[in-house]
């Protein structure tokens, strides 16, 4: 058996990472531990389980599943991915320094600016598309960059293997927010990075019905820091939350291959509309950064934003409220499509001269193109930006 040749595939991992039939009844699916305690035969003698917040039999196996997807050793579950990016951020001290994108989720952006600022550690927010601005500003307080890429709500694309290069001696760590590819698309483990994080509430869970957050790394000191946090603080999901997402990992390659598909259809077809002035997607030849997005991504997702000709704001809001198949909402990397404007949701708390300067203006609008058939996708859209 220890000869035999292990399966390769994304879905095929993501169907049987991190589950083990339970060894009591058999059962093919993990069981949902609901306790908040576990009985000791003595004091100190127990079964490896001593009290939920610590851990869990369910959020076991589920971490145990984080870790296999990005290619890791070892992955931690959080109650949200704010409360992931929180505990990296906890591992720093005032005077440490934070190199991070510009274009970077409002909330994420919001946590840097209006908590840890506060407390001493400062931000350099840079265009990390070019690794030279990174460098730029690394020095030695610099304990952390961090990169989403692709960004939200532009799809800058940044080159993880060039940027970890940078850090290579250095004492900072590099940790990538993956969001928006997911692991069946880009690992940035593979491409040097020290933690990759997850809004396990997006593509992750793929339901809409969870709000969970993720960190992987190779590294067990990293880990075993960020544990420490994880148990001190208590930002922990539930079981229950942690059993949908391990059934919502099963069909995550299935899920990605029809956002991928749905996703170029929607771009190139408003590509070509005459209403439509600019289409951010990575998987255009002419799009910034498109050849680093096809060297470390397997494929270019389902997000997808774009500007009108016609840039006022009421343009903008006449078509995301004219939707029929795409719900306006917040959020995204569910299996129904999602439209929703940035300026005036996700991105309301990024000051607005910060947004304006980089292209987050009044006519933006960002799709999440979910598993429907692209005809209807394009339909709606067609009579959205039509009327």
């Known amino acids: 058996m220890s000869n ?12 049987h990472a991190g589950v083990e039939p339970d060894p009591s009844t058999g059962a093919i699916m993990t069981p949902v531990y609901m306790t908040s305690t576990y009985v000791q035969d003595g004091i100190g003698q127990h079964k490896g389980y001593e009290y939920s917040r610590s851990s869990n039999p369910t959020r076991d196996a589920l971490e145990a599943a984080f870790a296999a997807l990005e290619g890791g050793q070892h992955g931690l579950a959080f109650s949200s991915g704010l409360a992931a990016i929180d505990a990296v951020l906890m591992t720093l001290k005032p005077g440490d320094e934070v190199i991070a ?3 970077l989720y409002g909330g994420t952006r919001r946590l840097f600016s209006t908590h840890y600022e506060p407390l001493g550690i400062q931000f ?3 265009d990390t598309q070019d690794p030279a601005n990174v460098a730029a500003k690394l020095n030695d307080r610099t304990r ?40 069946a698309l880009q690992n940035p483990l593979k491409e040097g990075a020290d933690i990759v994080m997850h809004s396990v509430t997006k593509y992750l869970g793929g339901h809409s019905d969870v709000v969970m957050g993720a960190l992987m790394t190779k590294d067990a000191a990293v880990d075993a820091e960020l544990r420490t ?31 991928c598909a749905n996703g170029r259809a929607v771009a190139e077809w408003l590509q070509a509309h005459p209403k439509v002035d600019r289409v951010y997607w990575p998987g255009f030849s002419t799009f910034p950064n498109h050849a680093a997005a ?16 016609d840039d006022s704001l009421a343009a903008s809001r006449a078509v995301c409220e004219s939707t029929r198949v795409f719900a306006l909402a917040e959020s995204l990397g569910g299996v129904e499509s999602l439209i929703e404007h940035p300026a005036l949701m996700t991105h309301a708390s990024v000051p607005a001269e910060q947004r304006a300067s980089l292209g987050i203006n009044d006519s933006l609008i960002r799709l999440s193109c979910g598993i429907e058939d692209a005809e209807d996708l394009i339909a709606d859209l067609d009579q959205a930006i039509g009327a």
């Open 101 to 103: 994108g510009d274009d």
């Open 144 to 183: 952390l960059v961090w990169l989403e890429t692709p960004t939200n709500p532009l799809l800058r694309v940044s080159d993880i293997a060039a940027i970890a290069g940078l850090l290579e001696g250095h004492p900072a760590r590099l940790a990538v927010d993956n969001t928006f590819a997911t692991p």
């Open 229 to 259: 946090l994880q148990n001190n603080v208590g930002a922990i999901p539930g079981p229950m939350d942690c059993f949908l997402v391990l059934r919502g990992i099963k069909t995550l390659g299935i899920r990605v291959r029809q956002h």
């Open 294 to 309: 096809a060297r470390q991504m397997q494929d270019f997702g389902g997000m997808i934003s774009f500007t009108l000709v």
């Open 4 to 15: 035999e040749k292990k399966p390769t595939g994304f879905s095929t991992l993501a169907v």
């Open 124 to 126: 350099h927010f840079v």
